[in-house]
């Protein structure tokens, strides 16, 4: 038996079998773990009064029923320790989720993976897109994820994974940040977490000559399916620290106008600096919509992360030097040019423009 304050971890009984059963009968549950769909009582029978017990006493796998306030909630397993590595499997009931219950739970099996069972290290794994599960082991201090392609397994169809680690030398404590990513208003503009909603504007907005020409990086051409994939890697993004992106949202109709991120937020050299870069879809064009945005993102970047914030010291935005547009909005928000590179912006038809950089200092921002 494991404790904490809040969670208790325990053996199965029988009388877990019904809220077990129930459980599983979550299409969430279904979506992300192995478990048979159907999922018949006879399913969690077996599971509780055979498949358990046997793993206990073969010393193969360890599963805990969890309670919190005094009710089983949920399942979490260590499994396959050979050689001193081996994975953790966990799931909540749907009414208990959010309430850190796994978070602790998690904690107290990977204590008892390295301080009881002596394993040297714990992988978790989770398909793609299961940010809840990721999220857990973030706190717990898993870290080093790395996405498989095709890794996982559900029900006889392949799916891409993440899988992440945490070593007994580790700490249980989240190894950098996950940024969220505040509504910010002021001057007419919103800007918002992007939703899958957005993605027809925003193929309208990558699609676009202007667009095209100065971020010869993007797709081209660039399809709605782009532009889901963009919007899925923002999230992704974001939680692994590496940038905050918004749609910028007209403040009435909430429809994209544009977006703007903060990048390069988990450089190894300077974790104070972040770039600056935009894009606007046509129609919103020449109405200082993102010289407001970026006005908002600036704020937000330079207060400090304890208040929310991204905690950045230095903001940079680089252009073209024939961008005026871009140019502009840089100036429009107090940036310095402090320098240029030569033929370093490549066009699509294999030219190359002179960059400018424009920098920000926080200390620009509070001389005023
Ligand atoms: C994953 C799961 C076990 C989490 O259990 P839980 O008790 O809700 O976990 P916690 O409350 O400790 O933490 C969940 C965290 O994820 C966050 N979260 C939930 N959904 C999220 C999402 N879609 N995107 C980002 N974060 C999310 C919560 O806000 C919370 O973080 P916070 O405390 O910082 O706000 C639960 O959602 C579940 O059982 N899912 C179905 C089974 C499953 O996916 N198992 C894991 C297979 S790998």
Same mark, same amino acid.
């Given at each position: 038996?494991?404790?904490?304050?809040?969670?208790?971890?325990?053996?199965?009984?029988?009388?877990?079998?019904?809220?077990?059963?129930?459980?599983?009968?979550?299409?969430?549950?279904?979506?992300?773990?192995?478990?048979?769909?159907?999922?018949?009582?006879?399913?969690?029978?077996?599971?509780?009064?055979?498949?358990?017990?046997?793993?206990?006493?073969?010393?193969?796998?360890?599963?805990?029923?969890?309670?919190?306030?005094?009710? $089983? +909630? &949920?399942?979490?397993?260590? #499994?396959?320790?050979?050689?001193? *590595? =081996?994975?953790? /499997?966990?799931?909540?009931? @749907?009414?208990?989720?959010?309430?850190?219950?796994?978070?602790?739970?998690?904690?107290?099996?990977?204590?008892?993976?390295?301080?009881?069972?002596?394993?040297?290290?714990?992988?978790?794994?989770? $398909? +793609? &897109?299961?940010?809840?599960? #990721?999220?857990?082991?973030?706190? *717990? =201090?898993?870290? /080093?994820?790395?996405?498989? @392609?095709?890794?996982?397994?559900?029900?006889?169809?392949?799916?891409?994974?993440?899988?992440?680690?945490?070593?007994?030398?580790?700490?249980?404590?989240?190894?950098?940040?996950?940024w969220t990513v505040p509504v910010l208003e002021g001057d007419g503009v919103r800007l918002r977490p992007l939703?899958?909603?957005?993605?027809?504007?925003?193929?309208?907005?990558?699609?676009?000559?202007?667009?095209?020409?100065?971020?010869?990086?993007?797709?081209?051409?660039?399809?709605?399916?782009?532009?889901?994939?963009?919007?899925?890697?923002r999230?992704?993004a974001a939680?692994?620290?590496e940038a905050v992106a918004w749609a910028i949202a007209?403040a009435?109709?909430?429809?994209l106008l544009g977006n703007v991120s903060v990048f390069g937020l988990?450089?190894?050299?300077?974790?104070t600096r972040g770039e600056i870069g935009y894009w606007m879809?046509?129609?919103?064009?020449?109405?200082k919509v993102m010289a407001a945005a970026v006005q908002l993102v600036i704020a937000h970047a330079f207060r400090a992360a304890?208040d929310g914030g991204l905690g950045r010291r230095r903001l940079l935005i680089r252009c073209?030097?024939?961008?005026?547009?871009s140019?502009h909005v840089a100036e429009a928000n107090g940036f310095?040019?402090?320098?240029?590179?030569?033929?370093?912006?490549?066009?699509?038809?294999?030219?190359?423009?002179?960059?400018?950089?424009f920098d920000l200092l926080a200390?620009d921002v509070?001389?005023?």
């Amino acid at each position: 038996m494991l404790s904490d304050d809040l969670v208790t971890l325990r053996a199965h009984v029988a009388a877990d079998v019904e809220p077990a059963y129930r459980m599983c009968q979550d299409p969430v549950m279904q979506q992300w773990t192995t478990i048979p769909v159907p999922y018949l009582r006879e399913h969690a029978v077996g599971f509780i009064t055979e498949v358990v017990p046997a793993g206990w006493q073969a010393n193969t796998s360890w599963a805990w029923a969890i309670e919190y306030a005094g009710e $089983y +909630v &949920g399942t979490i397993d260590l #499994r396959d320790g050979e050689g001193g *590595v =081996g994975e953790v /499997g966990f799931a909540v009931s @749907p009414d208990v989720r959010g309430n850190g219950v796994m978070t602790r739970a998690l904690r107290l099996v990977v204590r008892y993976a390295f301080d009881v069972l002596g394993w040297e290290r714990v992988i978790w794994r989770a $398909y +793609v &897109g299961n940010f809840a599960s #990721r999220r857990v082991a973030w706190k *717990v =201090g898993f870290h /080093g994820l790395v996405t498989i @392609p095709g890794g996982g397994r559900s029900r006889g169809v392949r799916k891409d994974e993440w899988v992440a680690t945490v070593g007994r030398d580790d700490e249980l404590e989240p190894k950098g940040s996950w940024w969220t990513v505040p509504v910010l208003e002021g001057d007419g503009v919103r800007l918002r977490p992007l939703r899958e909603a957005d993605a027809q504007r925003v193929m309208e907005a990558c699609s676009d000559e202007r667009t095209q020409h100065w971020l010869s990086g993007m797709p081209s051409p660039y399809t709605l399916d782009d532009a889901k994939g963009f919007i899925d890697s923002r999230q992704d993004a974001a939680a692994s620290g590496e940038a905050v992106a918004w749609a910028i949202a007209d403040a009435g109709t909430d429809e994209l106008l544009g977006n703007v991120s903060v990048f390069g937020l988990s450089s190894r050299m300077d974790k104070t600096r972040g770039e600056i870069g935009y894009w606007m879809h046509p129609d919103a064009r020449g109405r200082k919509v993102m010289a407001a945005a970026v006005q908002l993102v600036i704020a937000h970047a330079f207060r400090a992360a304890e208040d929310g914030g991204l905690g950045r010291r230095r903001l940079l935005i680089r252009c073209a030097d024939v961008n005026t547009a871009s140019a502009h909005v840089a100036e429009a928000n107090g940036f310095t040019k402090v320098g240029g590179e030569r033929r370093a912006d490549p066009r699509r038809d294999g030219s190359y423009d002179n960059m400018l950089t424009f920098d920000l200092l926080a200390e620009d921002v509070l001389r005023g």
